[in-house]
């Protein structure tokens, strides 16, 4: 099983509407989560972190399944700005401190 | 600030020719990364480092180097260029484990 997956997508979405995206996790040790955000071609940027109580960001919220190995990201009332590649990674508690990222996700907003 | 900074931004090299791509971070971070990120596809570990003098093997180390004799500088080192390592680098740093990266802007690197 791969480190971290997620759903390549892509997701076509109304502006306006709600998506919302999974991404998986194999390492139950891993402590922390984020969420970046990666436009063609340009350097991912941190989008949020996942805290285990879940965590809002204005139109976006994140959120942490320990007991399913999940992590999800909830982005409201859609924004065409929002169309982007969204990447997941954990961190591993044990003593290789590689970052793993999933091949990401997809985002079009349609207008 | 300038965070991490990469050079050079573009490059073209000839099958077999050799270049060091450059990394710099004025952050005083420990953890140093450099991935690569083909067309379309996610990003791909090839060598990380946790602090100086220590260097250790990504999910694609194959055809490449790399050193850390200071905190600062993680340059990548590609000795015999193959069409292969076609792709966009990307240079990553962060302070300690459980922490967020901070990227450069990339080095989009062509063979031909």
């Known amino acids: 099983r791969k480190e971290v997956e997620q759903d390549p997508g892509p997701f076509n979405v109304p502006e306006g509407a709600t998506v919302a995206f999974n991404c998986t996790y194999s390492?139950?040790?891993?402590?922390?989560f984020f969420w970046y955000r990666q436009d063609c071609r340009k350097e991912p940027k941190l989008l949020m972190s996942?805290?285990?109580s879940g965590n809002e960001d204005g139109r976006f919220t994140a959120q942490l399944n320990r007991a399913s190995q999940y992590i999800s990201l909830l982005i409201r009332d859609s924004k065409l700005s929002d169309s982007a590649t969204y990447l997941c990674?954990?961190?591993?508690?044990?003593?290789?401190?590689?970052?793993?990222f999933g091949k990401g996700t997809r985002l079009h907003i349609l207008p | 600030n300038a965070g991490v900074t990469q050079t050079p931004k573009f490059r073209i090299l000839k099958i077999g020719q050799s270049m060091t791509l450059q990394c710099t971070q004025d952050?005083?971070?420990?953890?140093m990364y450099w991935y690569r990120q083909d067309p379309g596809m996610g990003l791909k570990l090839i060598y990380y480092?946790?602090?100086?003098?220590?260097?250790d093997k990504g999910e694609v180390p194959n055809g490449y180097n790399v050193s850390r004799s200071t905190t600062e500088d993680f340059p990548l080192r590609l000795e015999l260029a193959a069409p292969s390592q076609t792709s966009v680098y990307f240079c990553?740093?962060?302070?300690?484990?459980?922490?967020?990266?901070?990227f450069g802007s990339g080095t989009q690197l062509s063979v031909l």
């Open positions: 480092s946790v602090g100086a003098g220590i260097t």
């Open positions: 996942v805290y285990s």
């Open positions: 952050m005083n971070h420990n953890y």
């Open positions: 390492n139950s040790a891993s402590q922390s």
């Open positions: 990674v954990g961190d591993s508690m044990n003593r290789d401190d590689k970052i793993i």
């Open positions: 990553a740093s962060r302070p300690r484990s459980n922490e967020k990266l901070f």
